[in-house]
C-alpha cells in the first residue's frame, strides 16, 4: 500500500531552527532572572558560615587551651574594596595560621559589594589592608577568642557597598554568645 506523501505536511528546517533559538533564548532569560536573585542567599549564606565557624573556633579555643584570633581584611582596588578574614592561632612564635582543622579554618571572602564595618571593644576596629606589605609587621587579629572562655566584644556589620544599606550585623559578647541581626534588626522587630 502506497501512501500519498503529497497531503503530509512537516515543519522545514528553517522552522525547526526558528523554534530552537526562540526556546534557547527564553531559557537564557529564565536563567538570567533566577541567579540575580540569589545575592541575597550568597550574603547570607557567608555571614551563617562565618557565625559557625567563629562559635567553632571558640570551642577549639576552651578545648585545645591555645587562644584563636581573627584579621579581618581588606582588598583595595577597582570600583569596590573586598573583604575576607583569616585565622589565626596564638603560638611561642605569636600568632600565624591554625595547625588544626585546616580546612575549617581557611581564610574566606566575602561576597563581593558587601563592605565590612568592625566595631571592637578594645579599639581593634580598623580592618587591615596592609598584609603582605614589607615592612607589615606580625600579623594581630582584631577579635580574639581566649582559651578561659572569653572574646573580645563586638559587631560586624556587613552593608550593601552600592547603596549603603545594612544587610547583616553579628554581635558578640564577652561570652562569645552570638546574635545575627538580617538588616541590623532582631527577627521579632517589624
Do not use: H
Not at 46 to 72: H, I, K, N, T, W
Not at 101 to 108: E, K, L, V
Amino acid at each position: 500500500m502506497v501512501i500519498n506523501n503529497a497531503s503530509a505536511k512537516g515543519f522545514s528546517l528553517l522552522e525547526l531552527l526558528l523554534v530552537l533559538v526562540i526556546v534557547g533564548l527564553i531559557v537564557s532569560l529564565a536563567g538570567l532572572s533566577v541567579s540575580s536573585g540569589s545575592r541575597p542567599y550568597v550574603v547570607e549564606g557567608s555571614v551563617r558560615v562565618f557565625a559557625d565557624v567563629a562559635e567553632y573556633a571558640m570551642d577549639e579555643a576552651q578545648l585545645a587551651g591555645s587562644d584563636m584570633g581573627l584579621l579581618f581584611r581588606q582588598q583595595r582596588g577597582g570600583k569596590t574594596d573586598s573583604y575576607s578574614y583569616q585565622w589565626l592561632q596564638r603560638q611561642n612564635t605569636g600568632w600565624a595560621p591554625p595547625l588544626v582543622d585546616q580546612d575549617i579554618f581557611s581564610a574566606r571572602d566575602f561576597p563581593p559589594d558587601v563592605e565590612l564595618r568592625l566595631e571592637v571593644e578594645e579599639g581593634g576596629t580598623e580592618i587591615t589592608t596592609d598584609i603582605g606589605e614589607a615592612g607589615a609587621g606580625p600579623l594581630r587579629p582584631q577579635v580574639v577568642f581566649y582559651s578561659s572562655g572569653e572574646t573580645t566584644p563586638g559587631i560586624l556589620t556587613l552593608v550593601d557597598a552600592n547603596n549603603g544599606r545594612i544587610l547583616w550585623e553579628l554581635e558578640w559578647d564577652l561570652l562569645g554568645r552570638m546574635t545575627l541581626k538580617r538588616e541590623g534588626r532582631d527577627d521579632d522587630e517589624s
